[in-house]
């Protein structure tokens, strides 16, 4: 009498189907960020906001395989009679097929569909601030800034459902049936559920301050405002996301320079003229009477428009000379309302002074003309290729 077998496999792989939809949802988004990020960096709604607003990034849809027709009735379409060469162009598309007819033209073509995905300032923060850090810090200085750090070195019989240990857990049936006479893994009671538990532990950093200088004298336009708020908005959350007790100064200056709280940082605005000497001087004051340089890592970031008066040129280069001195890295941006491009530079002597004449590694500086150069300036004084300039290290 014969004997016969069936032989079954289940495909597991559908059983993670919606847990790998997730994950390639989240790759998507994660990827029209990166490539959007200096767009978005510099985004009106972002900077005005309270931190907490959820904002909305296009994420194309994928595209499946399907058949393509034919639509123009030709003989082939487009595999070619057989003969062709790599690299032979074997057809064009007519006019009919076309986007459009011409520039501004309407198009006749269905275009690319896309979705609106919600994503926090905390997710878009995580991205820009992923490789970034204060170059040169000096552990040899009060160890008043820690960083904190999770991790993942505890099982509990408590815990949330996604931190479920199957392994554990598992081991755990095995050992309870084992007990119970059966050599199976079921069945699986609560009781042999484990859960893997975070700790939170702070690894004590050298100290550091911040001297966050903008210029708020009257020819610093609209433009020109927000282009300093936008950057001094992601400095401070960076700083904040990634180092706890951060010291953070708020200076502003026209002709004279004060210390302001932060609300008043951000909101209010001056007139006058301009003198840079003016907030290097108090940032060295403030320097001196509160944060010794043999005790904290400075980091001064300057944002002007470059319009300086001309008779305190020389005064602003001897400070500025001073602060490289006793800082671990002197930033400078100036704004230039003028897009690149646009065959128009507005000649300011500050910039040319700056960089002619302190040729040191711990002075960098650097111009933004559009929006976009947000982002960029931010990699160019925190981003991986200064702190290894400088031999720093991210954390």
Request: aromatic share 10%.
């Amino acid at each position: 009498m014969a004997t016969y077998f069936t032989i079954t496999r289940e495909d597991w792989s559908l059983h993670r189907q919606g847990q790998m939809d997730q994950e390639r949802h989240r790759e998507k988004v994660r990827e029209a960020l990166k490539n959007n990020l200096a767009d978005i960096v510099s985004h009106e709604a972002i900077i005005t906001s309270d931190g907490q607003r959820v904002i909305k990034v296009p994420i194309r849809s994928l595209n499946e395989y399907r058949f393509r027709y034919n639509y123009q009735k030709q003989e082939r379409a487009g595999q070619g009679p057989g003969d062709t060469r790599k690299g032979q162009v074997i057809g064009r598309e007519g006019p009919a097929a076309g986007a459009g007819r011409g520039p501004g033209a309407p198009g006749d073509q269905p275009g690319e569909d896309y979705y609106e995905a919600e994503v926090t300032i905390d997710e878009i923060g995580n991205l820009i601030f992923e490789d970034l850090g204060l170059p040169h810090l000096d552990p040899r200085k009060r160890p008043d800034l820690t960083t904190r750090r999770y991790e993942w070195n505890d099982v509990r019989r408590q815990g949330l459902q996604s931190n479920i240990d199957k392994k554990r857990t598992i081991l755990e049936a095995l050992k309870r049936n084992a007990l119970r006479g059966r050599q199976s893994i079921h069945p699986i009671g609560r009781e042999d559920l484990r859960y893997k538990t975070w700790d939170e532990s702070y690894k004590p950093e050298t100290a550091a301050v911040v001297l966050a200088m903008m210029d708020t004298s009257g020819s610093m336009g609209e433009f020109e405002k927000y282009i300093a708020r936008a950057f001094f908005y992601w400095m401070v959350r960076f700083l904040r996301t990634k180092y706890d007790n951060v010291q953070i100064c708020f200076l502003a200056h026209s002709t004279e320079a004060r210390e302001v709280t932060e609300e008043e940082f951000f909101t209010k605005g001056e007139s006058g003229g301009t003198r840079c000497s003016s907030v290097y001087e108090l940032a060295l004051e403030i320097i001196a009477r509160r944060y010794p340089p043999d005790q904290y890592n400075l980091y001064p970031f300057h944002f002007s428009d470059g319009d300086n008066l001309a008779s305190d040129n020389p005064r602003a280069l001897e400070m500025m000379r001073r602060l490289v001195e006793v800082s671990s890295l002197v930033g400078y941006g100036e704004i230039d309302s003028y897009p690149a491009g646009s065959g128009y530079y507005r000649s300011t002597t500050l910039y040319t002074l700056f960089t002619k004449e302190i040729q040191n590694p711990r002075f960098v500086a650097t111009v933004i003309r559009e929006k976009g150069d947000v982002y960029q300036a931010l990699r160019t004084f925190f981003g991986p290729e200064q702190m290894a300039a400088l031999g720093g290290a991210s954390l």
